[in-house]
T-cell receptor
């Protein structure tokens, strides 16, 4: 299956600093990537949809000036948490959309391993 | 009513048991149905993928989609302790460029040796 990587897997930072998380599709090109956030024992919460070469689409309630998304190439999307605060501590997961076949009858997402952010 | 409903469990079974996990949904436009397995502190791993209705089998796993009842299932045969994880159902209607998945809350499964 398609492989998606994330870096770093774990980061601790001080309050007020910015943190960049990378999401890469390793063996395929992804025009669309997604960023999710997951709190303990909760399901995934979609934050934004990232399309290569265009601005990200943010879900309602997600601050686009705080969570900067850049999808500069077909294999890389980045999420930057700016001026991080303790309440931003969470598990951030990206996914890449995979479309196979005529008629789009295979259309799914492969997830990265996640990045655990702890803001002190 | 939420778009996707999934019993959060926890579900505890003995090793070797058959496990049945289910989700119901309300949006009849959903065409793509997926089951993901998520181990603690890891990203979700795609287990099964089904387009439209029907059954799909892969090893010990069988996914079923009943669009008339808006009900999907994942069966795990001969369950193993390594199957202990949270199982998330997900579905989508991928009209156009949107690729949003709608997730269930996940069912936590524990398989006891």
């Amino acid at each position: 299956g398609a492989v998606v990587s994330q870096h770093p897997s774990w980061v601790i930072c001080k309050s007020g600093t910015s943190v960049k998380i990378e999401c890469r599709s390793l063996d395929f090109q992804a025009t669309t990537m997604f960023w999710y956030r997951q709190f303990p024992k909760q399901s995934l919460m979609l934050m934004a949809t990232s399309n290569e070469g265009s601005k990200a689409t943010y879900e309602q309630g997600v601050e686009k000036d705080k969570f900067l998304i850049n999808h500069a190439s077909l294999t890389l999307s980045t999420l930057t948490v700016t001026s991080a605060h303790p309440e931003d501590s969470s598990f951030y997961i990206c996914s890449a959309r995979v479309l196979i076949g005529m008629g789009g009858n295979t259309d799914t997402q492969y997830f990265g391993p996640g990045t655990r952010l702890t803001v002190l | 009513q939420k778009e996707v409903e999934q019993d959060p469990g926890p579900l505890s079974v003995p090793e070797g048991a058959i496990v049945s996990l289910n989700c119901t949904y309300s949006n009849s436009a959903f065409q793509y149905f997926m089951w993901y397995r998520q181990y603690s502190r890891k990203g979700p791993e795609l287990l099964m993928y089904t387009y439209s209705s029907g059954n799909k089998e892969d090893g010990r796993f069988t996914a079923q989609v009943d669009k008339s009842s808006k009900y999907i299932s994942l069966f795990i045969r001969d369950s193993q302790p390594s199957d202990s994880a949270t199982y998330l159902c997900a579905m989508a209607n991928y009209g156009g460029s949107q690729g949003n998945l709608i997730f269930g809350k996940g069912t936590k499964l524990s398989v006891k040796p």
